[in-house]
């Protein structure tokens, strides 16, 4: 199978484009041929060798934790599903090794989920990670409500677009935080928006002049300390990016109760999946780049497989 590769730490000149041995099928997996694969920020920290400390590497390292695929093959133990079916999911795995940029993955069934028919390929693909990371932030830790009004910085990103999404549909007012760009885009997805950097303080209260009872950081880089002081008091801090004095960090998590609702969510056109730019696999150094870059509009940049 053809897929990408790294056999050292280091940024995108680092991937390899080429033949890979096909992944092994245990009992309890099933065979993926990935239609669509999510770039991640964490793909790009992973690579560059800032997860040593937590986790093994075993070079060859194939990248990549989010997928939508059809399903191939289907291990001896597994019975609930078979090929054919088109399927999500979170890949992550404890050692790193084998991951989604190529064209075959081996997948535990826990990880698994049927996927979205309303979304596409590159949609549904862009749905795992962010989508659990924001659900796991927004609804199981900050538990908002409509009693609420949420501020969440980087309402534009993978994972801050889904946030902001869901506690939209919460009920909450949302105040969401992005580049000059992406203001209209924070409108269209239900919220305010408000530029980010210095003075974005002073442009939350404008909007929410007693101040927010939530924030949700799906920015990092300082973002949450620079917008701390439009809090109410006694309001709920989270961060997927960055930590400190009562800020609550979240985690992406593999669940499939929660990737199930997600699935759901996008059914029922409450969620939606913006795919920011589409690049063959073969140009994943590229796509790379582009996520750093963030040149491509709001949400999500998506590998494809060549055409058959
Ligand atoms: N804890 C976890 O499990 C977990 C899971 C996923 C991601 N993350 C982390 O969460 C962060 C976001 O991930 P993502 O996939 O959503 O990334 P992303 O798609 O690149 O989104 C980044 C967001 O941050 C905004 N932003 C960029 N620079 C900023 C600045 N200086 N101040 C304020 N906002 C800024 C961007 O706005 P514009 O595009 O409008 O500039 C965008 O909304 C990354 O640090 C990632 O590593 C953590």
Known sequence: MKGISYSRFGGS????????????LSQNAVIVRMKAAAINPADIALQAGLGESMMETWFPVVPGWDLAGIVERV??????????????AYTHQEILHSGTYAELASVPVERLWRKPRNASWSEAAGLPLAGLTAYR???????????????VLGASGGVGSMA???????????IGSASGPHQ???????????????????????HAPNGVTAIMDCAGHGALAKAMAAAAPGARLCSIADGGPGVTT????????????LVDLVEAGSLRVTVAAS???ADAADAQEALKARTYGPGKIILVPAAA
Do not use: H, M
């Open 75 to 88: 291990g001896a133990g597994v019975t609930e599903f078979q090929p054919g079916d088109e399927v999500v």
């Open 279 to 281: 690049f063959a696999l």
């Open 137 to 151: 932030a927004v609804i199981d830790t900050l538990r908002v409500s409509d009693a609420d009004t949420v501020l």
């Open 164 to 174: 902001t999404q869901l506690a939209v549909a919460s009920g909450a007012t949302v």
């Open 184 to 206: 209209a885009y924070v409108t269209s997805i239900g919220a305010e928006p408000v530029l980010y950097g210095d003075g974005i303080v002073e442009r939350v209260r404008n």
């Open 13 to 24: 000149e680092v991937l390899e484009y080429g033949d890979l041995p096909e992944p092994k």
């Open 250 to 261: 979240v985690f992406a998590r593999p669940d499939t109760k929660i990737l199930a609702r």
